[in-house]
């Protein structure tokens, strides 16, 4: 079992950052893929971000060049930089990896942007 907890999540108006993180634990030999998706209200859950563990990373276009993932293989953790925040961005943010060909999802932490 793989457990995962995100933080940083929050309310921030148009224009700002913010910073979420994802610290995967339990049974892991190492990781292949992390990611965030994110679901706004009424909407399916789509993806933000994702980057193998290579460092290999891909972008939803409407994120291209705000926001940026980064890993920590070290420490099994997933960040997202949002830079530039729009009221569009807001949605809950899920964490998610693979490992061993199976996927698993955090909680999800919501970002509110004003604004």
């Known amino acids: 079992q793989v457990q995962l907890v995100e933080s940083g999540g929050g309310l921030v108006q148009a224009g700002g950052s913010l910073r979420l993180s994802c610290a995967a634990s339990g049974s892991i030999v190492s990781i292949n893929a992390m990611g965030w998706y994110r679901q706004a209200p009424g909407k399916r859950r789509e993806l933000v971000a994702a980057?193998?563990?290579?460092?290999?990373?891909n972008y939803a276009d409407s994120v291209k060049g705000r926001f940026t993932i980064s890993r920590d293989n070290a420490k099994n953790t997933v960040y997202l930089q949002m830079n530039s925040l729009k009221p569009e961005d807001t949605a809950v943010y899920y964490c998610?990896?693979?490992?061993?060909?199976?996927?698993?999802w955090g909680q999800g932490t919501q970002v509110t942007v004003s604004a």
């Open positions: 980057i193998l563990s290579g460092g290999i990373a």
């Open positions: 998610t990896v693979e490992v061993r060909r199976l996927g698993y």
